[in-house]
């Protein structure tokens, strides 16, 4: 049996968890015969009995703050970036999964890291705070279905701004700017053998602006074709969108699959 805990101190994550087990029928009815637990996470011995997690949408700073005064951000970096399992972020999660962010004007919060990546919280402003639109997930593509454009909902949706060099001290760099904010790095007692960590950041999916959508105007170097809404590096997982808002559960049986691959690798 897998068991995939969905953090849940605050935000979407009883809805994650009603996509995980359409996912997991939807999965098994096309001939997986794995066991799935699904189980919501608020303490360090249940994110212990996880084989994966995901971090729901929501506000991070507020996922952040109760994760902090429950004692957990440590397990959490532990789980991520240590014992390095499989991890989703969606919107505040993929800001909590980041190595980066930018601090807005209610502050930072602290970030759990895994993501050798820079996000923008808030990306699309205040006027646009939410959108919907149809995109094209290329990563879905071999599941049955796959083909049909994802409807995905950005709610006050951060985006990812850059990717960031692979190398030592990278965080410290980022953290000399102070309108950052920055994972804390590794312990030297913690660090993982460099053949799980030495993986590239992949953007798994980009949005193009349009009227509808038109995001602030800020030139940077990796979105030159659209905005990074999705990406992947080793273990971790992130999208800008909620697909826990949905009733479409093609991410989330993409990613259980993800799962069962890597664990029988
Ligand atoms: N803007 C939120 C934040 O900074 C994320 C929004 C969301 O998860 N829908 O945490």
């Given at each position: 049996?897998l068991t995939v805990g969905v953090l849940a101190l605050?935000?979407?994550f009883?809805?994650h968890i009603?996509?995980l087990?359409?996912?997991?029928?939807?999965?098994?009815?096309?001939?997986?015969?794995?066991?799935?637990?699904f189980t919501e996470v608020r303490?360090?011995?249940e994110l212990a009995s996880c084989d994966a997690l995901i971090v729901p949408?929501?506000?991070?700073?507020?996922?952040?703050?109760?994760a902090?005064?429950?004692?957990l951000?440590?397990n959490l970096r532990d789980f991520v970036k240590?014992k390095r399992k499989p991890t989703w972020g969606t919107?505040?999660g993929?800001?909590l999964l980041?190595?980066?962010?930018?601090?807005?004007?209610?502050?930072?919060?602290?970030?759990i890291?895994g993501?050798?990546?820079?996000?923008?919280?808030?990306?699309?402003?205040?006027?646009?705070?939410?959108?919907?639109?149809?995109?094209?997930?290329?990563?879905?593509?071999?599941?049955?279905?796959?083909?049909?454009?994802?409807?995905?909902?950005?709610?006050?949706?951060?985006?990812?701004?850059?990717?960031?060099?692979?190398?030592?001290?990278?965080?410290?760099?980022?953290?000399?700017?102070?309108?950052?904010?920055?994972?804390?790095?590794?312990?030297?007692?913690?660090?993982?053998?460099?053949?799980?960590?030495?993986?590239?950041?992949?953007?798994?999916?980009?949005?193009?602006?349009?009227?509808?959508?038109?995001?602030?105007?800020?030139?940077?170097?990796?979105?030159?074709?659209?905005?990074?809404?999705?990406?992947?590096?080793?273990n971790c997982f992130?999208?800008?969108?909620?697909?826990?808002?949905?009733?479409?559960?093609?991410?989330?049986?993409?990613w259980?699959?993800?799962i069962?691959?890597?664990?029988?690798?």
């Amino acid at each position: 049996q897998l068991t995939v805990g969905v953090l849940a101190l605050q935000g979407a994550f009883s809805e994650h968890i009603q996509l995980l087990r359409k996912a997991a029928v939807t999965l098994n009815a096309g001939g997986a015969t794995a066991q799935w637990k699904f189980t919501e996470v608020r303490t360090a011995e249940e994110l212990a009995s996880c084989d994966a997690l995901i971090v729901p949408g929501g506000e991070s700073t507020a996922i952040s703050l109760v994760a902090a005064r429950n004692g957990l951000l440590d397990n959490l970096r532990d789980f991520v970036k240590v014992k390095r399992k499989p991890t989703w972020g969606t919107c505040a999660g993929l800001i909590l999964l980041a190595e980066s962010a930018n601090r807005t004007k209610k502050g930072g919060q602290e970030l759990i890291g895994g993501l050798d990546v820079r996000v923008n919280r808030n990306h699309f402003g205040r006027q646009t705070e939410s959108f919907t639109t149809n995109i094209e997930l290329p990563f879905l593509s071999s599941l049955p279905e796959g083909n049909i454009p994802y409807h995905a909902i950005f709610i006050r949706a951060p985006v990812v701004e850059k990717i960031l060099p692979h190398v030592e001290g990278i965080q410290t760099k980022e953290a000399e700017r102070d309108d950052t904010v920055v994972a804390p790095s590794l312990q030297p007692e913690e660090q993982v053998p460099r053949d799980l960590i030495n993986t590239e950041v992949e953007v798994m999916a980009s949005l193009i602006r349009t009227e509808k959508h038109p995001g602030t105007v800020q030139p940077n170097e990796t979105s030159s074709g659209g905005d990074i809404i999705a990406v992947r590096q080793g273990n971790c997982f992130g999208t800008s969108f909620h697909p826990e808002l949905t009733d479409d559960p093609r991410i989330h049986v993409w990613w259980l699959q993800e799962i069962l691959q890597t664990l029988h690798k």
